[in-house]
């Protein structure tokens, strides 16, 4: 599915839209009447005409799904700018006594592992869990944004949307440039490996990924001596049960799987709203969509050439109607 930047192309037309409109609410409905007057977007789907519109309620729950997602979107950039603030802001006394130069920061690390490997040691143990401290559960796997969705793995972590895989691997504190970081990712593989203080590599995922991804659309970031974030879409809009294949799989009746309406297939959308309006006749005591069905069918018996009943008004309630009836 497409990310917001991907629309960029469209925003100065939109912003041309807006400001001769003024008011959100104006521009709203220009778009709206768009859809109304060019599209067949409010119309409702039926049997005798199946070539336009959405099945009943598919439209609404669009509109409805695009404000979550954006407004999701929303949430998570104002809580990453303000847990990045927060970071910062801890992390300032410490920049403003050590803050190296370039040359320093290649410098520190070489100091450090000659004269005391101790340290060293102690903080790549820090940046990778021992296997006793690791949550084991997905009920705690899912209180961790790093691995929402997904796992806890000895050497990274990795959680996922529908749409989009997302890996997180702490690193030591010496790693500081992009240079002492390789990722490569394929069609369905993936390898990360990382350039120690002592120009040794460490390769900390080399492995088969379980289904294919968008390799092309991979993008990964370096956050200076704390972790490396790598993104990764999805080649089929499903849930991975694992990363790689030789993972242990989670449990996927214990993941939260939010899925925008608008994100599905339409013949996906059809069976939803199909189940949707099946319950809502059935509470109501109406016929259900597969009882729906067949009295179109009698109907056209109903009032042909030598019928007893032509002439006369379709009573459903002389026929009784079983779910397997019509597929």
Not at 188 to 210: F, P, R
């Amino acid at each position: 599915m497409a990310s917001p930047t991907d629309f960029q192309k469209y925003d100065s037309a939109l912003l041309g839209i807006l400001q001769h409109e003024g008011e959100v609410t104006k521009f709203l409905d220009v778009v709206f009447g768009f859809l109304f007057r060019k599209t067949d977007f409010y119309h409702v789907k039926t049997e005798e005409d199946p070539r336009y519109g959405f099945p009943e309620g598919v439209a609404e729950n669009m509109i409805k799904s695009h404000f979550i997602k954006y407004k999701g979107v929303t949430e998570r950039m104002v809580r990453a700018a303000l847990e990045r603030k927060k970071e910062n802001e801890a992390k300032a006394p410490d920049n403003a006594e050590t803050a190296p130069t370039e040359s320093n920061a290649e410098k520190a690390p070489a100091e450090s592992s000659d004269n005391d490997p101790k340290p060293q040691t102690s903080a790549s143990t820090s940046a990778e869990p021992s296997t006793n401290e690791m949550p084991k559960t997905q009920e705690a796997f899912q209180s961790n944004p790093e691995s929402y969705n997904g796992a806890v793995r000895e050497k990274y972590s990795w959680s996922q949307n529908y749409e989009d895989l997302d890996i997180v691997i702490p690193v030591d504190k010496t790693i500081v440039k992009t240079d002492q970081v390789k990722v490569d990712v394929g069609k369905k593989s993936i390898y990360v490996s990382i350039v120690n203080a002592s120009g040794e590599t460490d390769v900390v995922i080399d492995g088969e990924l379980t289904h294919e991804v968008r390799w092309t659309e991979t993008t990964w970031s370096l956050e200076k001596g704390k972790c490396i974030t790598i993104s990764i879409s999805k080649n089929v809009n499903f849930w991975f049960k694992a990363l790689l294949t030789n993972e242990d799989e989670i449990d996927l009746k214990k993941i939260q799987p939010e899925r925008s309406m608008a994100d599905m297939a339409p013949d996906e959308l059809a069976v939803i709203n199909k189940l949707q309006f099946d319950e809502k006749q059935k509470r109501l005591g109406l016929p259900q969509s597969h009882e729906l069905k067949v009295h179109e069918m009698l109907k056209q018996g109903w009032d042909a050439e030598g019928s007893p009943f032509k002439g006369q008004e379709f009573d459903p309630k002389m026929f009784n109607i079983s779910p397997s009836s019509v597929q």
